[in-house]
């Protein structure tokens, strides 16, 4: 099973391994500051916005239509910005690191 680290706003690392689901679902069940999920993964509250470091974007892959809608409305975006509840964590991304946005 696949590792991911998380990096909070103020640089706190935190390190999961041997996990799977989505970003947000592993965020919220290890309390990752900076995501909350509100809308319980459906892609409707901005809650759980991450930024995938630059090295991950080509292997996450980019955002479908529905999501991209909804970064729009978001102020801290930039090229590798995902919802973590889009973004299931799959053996392929093992090692994937993320950063949780700022909140707007």
């Known amino acids: 099973?696949?590792?991911?680290?998380f990096i909070t706003p103020d640089?706190?690392?935190?390190?999961i391994k041997n996990t799977d689901g989505t970003?947000?679902?592993?965020?919220?069940?290890?309390?990752?500051?900076?995501?909350?999920?509100?809308?319980?993964?459906?892609?409707?509250?901005a809650t759980c916005?991450?930024?995938?470091t630059?090295?991950?974007?080509?292997?996450v892959g980019p955002?479908?239509?529905t999501e991209q809608?909804?970064?729009?409305?978001e102020e801290a975006t930039h090229p590798g910005s995902r919802f973590s509840c889009q973004v299931e964590l799959t053996p392929d991304?093992?090692?994937l690191i993320v950063e949780v946005a700022p909140l707007s």
């Not at 916005?49 to 995938?52: G, M």
Request: charged share 25%; net charge negative.
């Open 23 to 45: 970003l947000m679902d592993i965020a919220t069940e290890n309390s990752i500051e900076g995501i909350e999920g509100a809308c319980g993964g459906v892609c409707s509250c």
């Open 11 to 15: 640089g706190k690392q935190t390190v």
């Open 54 to 59: 630059p090295e991950w974007i080509e292997r």
């Open 93 to 95: 991304l093992d090692g």
């Open 49 to 52: 916005h991450i930024h995938v």
């Open 63 to 65: 955002a479908d239509e």
């Open 69 to 73: 809608d909804m970064l729009e409305f």
């Open 1 to 5: 099973m696949p590792t991911v680290t």
